[in-house]
């Protein structure tokens, strides 16, 4: 392009909030066909992935990893709960603080989701260095807008 074209700061295929949605929209509805066998959708994989990585967590501790306010993080809980794969009740060290705790058959479910990964890995047809410096950018993009 020289320096006298002008450069359309609005197209939309210039727009990185465009190209973040559609990213988004799509690598989300990759998980959706091997989530639906284990009964969970992307959010409450999500949640989830905090448990399998530490449980038990209070719900405070838990909506602060997974970046969500408690009115959207306590019906996936509640979903989750009634499918048997956490419990939730005071918690023993803080009975003002709600404990959120995986049963034996979330602690379970572990081993199915370990398939979800490399699918997905095979899927998008990136190497992991590839995926690695995507997830960088991506945590220095999320730090940038939420500072």
Same mark, same amino acid.
């Given at each position: ?7 359309? %700061? ?16 799509? +690598? ?17 994989? %999500?949640?989830?992935? =905090? ?5 038990? %967590? ?7 990893? *997974? ?5 959207? %993080? ?8 009634? =499918? ?17 705790? *995986? ?15 490399? =699918? ?17 950018? *991506?945590?220095? +993009?999320?730090?940038? =807008?939420?500072?």
């Amino acid at each position: 392009m020289s320096q006298t074209e002008e450069v359309d %700061l609005l197209a939309l295929d210039r727009q990185v909030c465009f190209a973040l949605a559609v990213a988004s929209r799509s +690598v989300i509805a990759l998980y959706r066909p091997l989530l639906e066998p284990m009964g969970l959708t992307h959010p409450q994989y %999500l949640v989830m992935l =905090a448990l399998w990585g530490e449980s038990p %967590l209070s719900v405070k501790q838990l909506s602060n990893l *997974l970046q969500l306010d408690p009115g959207t %993080l306590s019906p996936l809980l509640k979903r989750l709960e009634a =499918a048997g794969y956490l419990t939730r009740g005071r918690d023993p060290r803080d009975e003002r603080s709600l404990a959120v705790e *995986l049963t034996a058959t979330g602690k379970a479910l572990r081993a199915e989701a370990l398939k979800i990964p490399p =699918a997905i890995i095979d899927r998008l047809g990136l190497t992991i260095g590839e995926l690695e410096s995507l997830h960088r950018n *991506l945590t220095r +993009v999320i730090a940038a =807008a939420t500072s």
